[in-house]
């Protein structure tokens, strides 16, 4: 199975400020075939299911705030979110979909400082 | 407006069976790829299983395979998991998600399961 870490577990930073969560797979999910990563995003608040933020690693699905923004390639990937507002407080998850089982981090939870 | 619904979660009993559904409308079914993914309380996110637009093609986690089974009724827009020889561990709430653009664009609410004596 492909291993997804996702560091740090949780972080807290002030309204405005730029927050950055990693997430690294134990195997390249580039897939040569395409030249894209397997690799989405999801927010997660209390109570709700997830919602698609980014898929194949970089492109923002529709309806998603541009602050949002995901980069990296192969093995190592990055969720920024450039000016953080109150109603970003979630957990955020990648995913790896490059083969089942289509395995998710743990989780990052971001909080407001 | 794409919804996904899902029932048929409870409590039983360690050793129990159950069946999940989620009926979902507002677009085309039998075009998309389905999947469950769980939550146990308090913790992240774990695909389940997933299934192909006509049902032939199925897969799922190492935990679940020979207990659970996932399947489709195009005809009435609703997927299934039956759950079968449930364990302690299996205790939590069970999304039904539709893959788009290599993601899961689409969520149903959840339904808890609760395996417990």
């Known amino acids: 199975d492909i291993v997804m870490t996702q560091s740090p577990d949780s972080l807290a930073v002030p309204l405005g400020e730029r927050a950055t969560i990693n997430c690294k797979s134990s195997q390249s999910v580039l897939y040569s075939t395409d030249n894209k990563n397997y690799l989405t995003w999801y927010q997660q608040k209390p109570g709700q299911p997830p919602k698609l933020l980014i898929y194949w690693a970089s492109t923002r699905e529709s309806g998603v705030p541009d602050r949002f923004s995901g980069s990296g390639s192969g093995t190592d990937f990055t969720l920024t979110i450039s000016s953080l507002q109150a109603e970003d407080v979630a957990v955020y998850y990648c995913?790896?979909?490059?083969?089942?089982?289509?395995?998710f981090g743990q989780g990052t939870k971001v909080e407001i400082k | 407006e794409v919804q996904l619904v899902e029932s048929g979660g409870g409590l039983v009993q360690p050793g129990g069976s159950l069946r999940l559904s989620c009926a979902a409308s507002?677009?085309?079914?039998?075009?998309?790829?389905m999947h469950w993914v769980r939550q146990a309380p308090g913790k992240g996110l774990v695909w389940v299983s997933r299934i192909n637009g006509d049902g032939i093609f199925t897969n799922y986690t190492d935990s679940v395979k020979g207990r659970f089974t996932i399947s489709r009724d195009n005809a009435k827009n609703t997927l299934y998991l039956r759950m079968n020889s449930l364990r302690v561990e299996d205790t939590a709430v069970y999304f039904c998600a539709r893959e788009q653009n290599s993601g899961y664009s689409n969520w149903g609410q959840g339904t808890l399961v609760t395996v417990s004596s």
């Open positions: 507002g677009f085309t079914f039998s075009n998309y790829w």
């Open positions: 995913q790896q979909y490059y083969r089942t089982p289509r395995t």
